[in-house]
């Protein structure tokens, strides 16, 4: 590996602007010109071309259809600092062909381009492989809410920086676990307590997911986001801008504020514990619409629900515990100005038990679940690549001196990329 001062020293002082090659292809106008490929054309970037053989170690995946045409864009932007071979279009056998092909070299580092659940399926697949070295992941953030990146210090969405700065950080990004839970359902057909069990043909037998990466949760803001998701599966043609659609979910929101229709969602939780304690008494106490089970501290775009307070270890994504938080409806709107979440407790192990179909999501994805027995519990640790503050920085620096174009605002680029990139937030149309 080449050092950090190697790769940076040279960076800050004074030289002539590197010769320019066109990408492979370009895209409605939007790519210009951007720095020779390092790896294929290494006197033509000499700065870049001093960590070359860190840039044969990375692979990347995009999801093209991510963020509008950032993902096409980022796509075509990552062939002038990787080899054509180390980039890979999900759309096209997602991420197992292209980390088959490059499992055996050392430190191999992978960047996930998309959202959590781009994410989410390169870690999934990592599992299955089962690989004796464990690359690390880093996230170029192209989805909506972007909870896993903001978490790891590669903010909220890409909107048009350097890619060479984000190169390096991966390269000399931290190397961090990251806690996954795995998550388990069993139906429930009849309750020992003789509670009536309630049963809906429209609700489903599975979760949509089976290991939690950012947050899972049961109750209101499960609801108002299965609506969300329902309404655009009738109509898609009406959920084109994002302006629409936080129209759309405040009408959801509001209407079960004012209706009060959360109220009494929890009250057939009939087993809730955590580390074999009980605390079904406490979620009376509180009157909770909403039960949130944090692993990162970050959830719905940003918002933080636990805060930390005397009588709890301080919150951490590796430290084999997940924090659990609960709210009533109005709380939603009130994270916007950093409210928190009433504490319930940190847990190792989890186990619910419903009477009743209740509204739960797991890493955003929605669903209404028949009555089952859930157990979480600790699955095993992900290998992260955290962009540091040190990288964060230096990066500033480097932007605000760099000559490459990539490191520069093009004005024919900015307005019209930008415009691609804003995050959709639904949780800020309050």
């Known amino acids: 590996m080449v050092s950090f001062t190697e790769c940076f020293g040279g960076l800050f002082s004074k030289r002539s602007t590197p010769k320019q090659i066109e990408p492979d292809s370009a895209i409605g106008g939007l790519l210009q010109s951007y720095p020779a490929n390092p790896v294929q054309h290494p006197e033509l970037n000499p700065e870049l071309s001093k960590i070359a053989s860190n840039l044969e170690t990375i692979i990347a995946f995009v999801n093209p259809k991510s963020g509008g045409q950032k993902g096409r864009i980022v796509f075509e932007r990552l062939k002038n600092y990787l080899n054509r071979e180390n980039i890979f279009d999900l759309t096209k056998g997602g991420p197992k062909l292209g980390i088959e092909k490059h499992k055996n070299k050392n430190d191999l580092r992978i960047i996930a381009c998309g959202g959590d659940g781009t994410v989410g399926w390169v870690l999934s697949v990592l599992d299955e492989m089962k690989l004796e070295n464990q690359p690390s992941v880093a996230i170029l953030p192209l989805g909506t809410g972007n909870d896993l990146a903001r978490t790891l210090g590669w903010g909220g969405g890409y909107n048009n920086e350097s890619m060479e700065i984000f190169i390096k950080k991966v390269i000399f990004g931290k190397i961090v676990k990251l806690d996954r839970w795995s998550i388990e359902t069993n139906l429930v057909y009849s309750d020992q307590n003789d509670i009536e069990v309630k049963r809906s043909s429209d609700a489903k037998d599975k979760l949509p997911l089976n290991v939690i990466n950012n947050y899972f949760s049961i109750g209101a803001d499960a609801k108002i986001a299965l609506d969300f998701h329902s309404a655009r599966e009738k109509n898609p043609e009406l959920f084109t801008s994002q302006a629409f659609n936080k129209i759309e979910y ?179 149309v309050f």
Not at 263 to 284: A, H, N, R, W
Not at 289 to 308: Q, R
Request: charged share 25%; with cysteine.
């Open 250 to 428: 405040a009408k959801n929101y509001s209407k079960d504020l004012l209706n009060r229709s959360c109220k009494d969602m929890l009250q057939d939780i009939t087993v809730f514990e955590c580390d074999g304690i009980s605390y079904l008494d406490k979620l009376k106490t509180l009157n909770s619409h909403s039960i949130v089970f944090l692993n990162i501290p970050s959830y719905a775009s940003g918002k933080k629900p636990w805060k930390n307070e005397d009588g709890f270890e301080p919150q951490s994504y590796s430290d084999g515990k997940i924090e659990i938080v609960s709210f009533q409806t109005a709380d939603f709107m009130l994270l916007q100005i950093g409210v928190h979440g009433d504490h319930i407790t940190q847990a190792k192990k989890i186990r619910i038990k419903t009477a009743s179909p209740l509204p739960m999501q797991v890493d955003g994805e929605p669903c209404f679940l028949q009555p089952s027995e859930i157990t979480i519990e600790l699955k095993n640790q992900a290998t992260m690549i955290a962009a540091s503050e040190e990288n964060a920085l230096i990066s500033a620096c480097i932007q605000t001196t760099c000559s490459y174009l990539c490191c520069s605002t093009n004005p024919d680029t900015d307005d019209e990329i930008t415009s691609e990139t804003e995050d959709e937030d639904l949780f800020d």
